[in-house]
């Protein structure tokens, strides 16, 4: 991949060749904005530390420090947690088309998902209480297929709602052409 291309876009960016490549045809990806690490990341030390916190200091109180070490699997995970929310944060983006929404994601296994306009039946910004303490939103597009599942988690809410508003204008002028 070279340097700067929309594949290679940033967080919030949508790259440095981004009208060229939509002049192309070549999609223009949007990564999804950092708040959403964080908050993956809180959560992730939050729930294992209080694992490695409850796992080490109960049997150390109670059995002797040497059972203090359990507390070292806990520590362990969530350093590889760590490194693997980042991965799968960074696979994650979208990207608006003349005639659909593409959505890619995954580190391991990549999927790709492509919902086209006049096939949604409803597009839905979601937001949990902890998404909303972050600042975050996620939007969820349903459509006549149930196996389709077309997220974006932790967007900013105002482009969330954006995203919602021209979805359904766009699903609604495509369904009507159908």
């Not at 359990?70 to 995970?77: E, I, N, Q, R, S």
């Not at 960074?90 to 890619?104: H, M, N, P, Q």
């Not at 949604?120 to 149930?146: C, I, K, N, W, Y």
Request: hydrophobic share 50%; net charge negative.
């Amino acid at each position: 991949m070279e340097t700067g291309s929309p594949r290679d876009a940033g967080p919030g960016q949508a790259g440095t060749q981004g009208t060229a490549a939509a002049v192309e045809g070549e999609p223009v990806w949007i990564a999804l904005p950092p708040g959403l690490l964080k908050m993956r990341r809180l959560l992730l030390v939050v729930w294992l530390g209080l694992i490695a916190l409850a796992a080490g200091l109960v049997p150390g109180l109670l059995a002797g420090p040497a059972w203090a070490a359990f507390a070292l699997p806990p520590l362990a995970l969530m350093a590889w947690g760590w490194v693997m929310v980042d991965r799968n944060w960074r696979s994650w983006r979208y990207a608006e088309r003349a005639d659909d929404l593409l959505i890619s994601r995954g580190v391991l296994w990549r999927e790709e998902t492509v919902v086209p306009y006049g096939r949604m039946q409803l597009v839905e910004v979601t937001s949990g209480p902890v998404e909303r303490h972050f600042g975050l939103a996620s939007v969820q597009l349903h459509t006549a297929a149930a196996a389709t599942d077309a997220t974006i988690p932790g967007l900013d809410p105002a482009e969330a709602e954006r995203l919602r508003d021209r979805l359904t204008e766009l699903g609604e002028a495509r369904s009507a052409g159908l």
